[in-house]
T-cell receptor, first 110, second 112 residues
Framework: TQLLEQSPQFLSIQEGENLTVYCNSS?????LQWYRQEPGEGPVLLVT?????EVKKLKRLTFQFGDARKDSSLHITAAQPGDTGLYLC??????????FGTGTRLTIIP | SQTIHQWPATLVQPVGSPLSLECTVE??????LYWYRQAAGRGLQLLFY??????ISSEVPQNLSASRPQDRQFILSSKKLLLSDSGFYLC???????????FGQGTRLTVV
């Protein structure tokens, strides 16, 4: 059984600060996705990474996939209140099953 | 365009009663379908997934079952609900492995 651990579980920072959240797996991902979820709604995809060492940028968000494809990070620069939400990583491990991580609850304080 | 419908949005059921949650997808064929459960503010626990009609993979031994009677219909059921079945249930679809998952709006189930 693949486990996806995310850290930290909770993060509360001031607007304008930078932050990084992490996703670690016990197995090698065939692909990894990052989602953001608002309360009472389903998660929405932010990015998919496939290649070890890959870096993708989405405005102020930078996603990095580990060289060994067992970990990933999400870095947010100059956080804004609109970044508040639950961030989830999810991975495929060579099959159709999509496994989600434990989540990081991010709160940006104005 | 593709859409996913999940209902009901909220449900309050007594312990021991049956459950049926339905999810349908429009605008695509042969999707992968998923049922997840989410505790408050936490990650998603995969309950069942299906790659085709009548094909169900169960991830967690529990009081629930799933069925896929039609290509774009996925049903989550229980014969007798437990208090521990309370939670936020999400249905999702994808085109296959390594592709984006699209989620329904979720069902908030409270077992009393």
């Amino acid at each position: 059984t693949q486990l996806l651990e995310q850290s930290p579980q909770f993060l509360s920072i001031q607007e304008g600060e930078n932050l990084t959240v992490y996703c670690n797996s016990s197995s090698v991902f065939s692909s990894l996705q990052w989602y953001r979820q608002e309360p009472g709604e389903g998660p929405v995809l932010l990015v998919t990474v496939v290649t070890g060492g890959e870096v993708k940028k989405l405005k102020r968000l930078t996603f990095q996939f580990g060289d060994a494809r067992k970990d990933s990070s999400l870095h947010i620069t100059a956080a804004q209140p609109g970044d508040t939400g639950l961030y989830l990583c999810a991975g495929n491990f060579g099959n159709e099953k999509l496994t989600f991580g434990t989540g990081t609850r991010l709160t940006i304080i104005p | 365009s593709q859409t996913i419908h999940q209902w009901p949005a909220t449900l309050v059921q007594p312990v021991g009663s049956p459950l049926s949650l339905e999810c349908t997808v429009e605008g695509t064929s042969n999707p992968n379908l998923y049922w997840y459960r989410q505790a408050a503010g936490r990650g998603l626990q995969l309950l069942f997934y299906s790659v085709g009609i009548g094909q169900i993979s169960s991830e967690v031994p529990q009081n629930l079952s799933a069925s896929r009677p039609q290509d774009r219909q996925f049903i989550l059921s229980s014969k007798k609900l437990l208090l521990s079945d309370s939670g936020f249930y999400l249905c999702a679809w994808s085109r296959g492995r390594n592709t984006e998952a699209f989620f329904g709006q979720g069902t908030r189930l409270t077992v009393v």
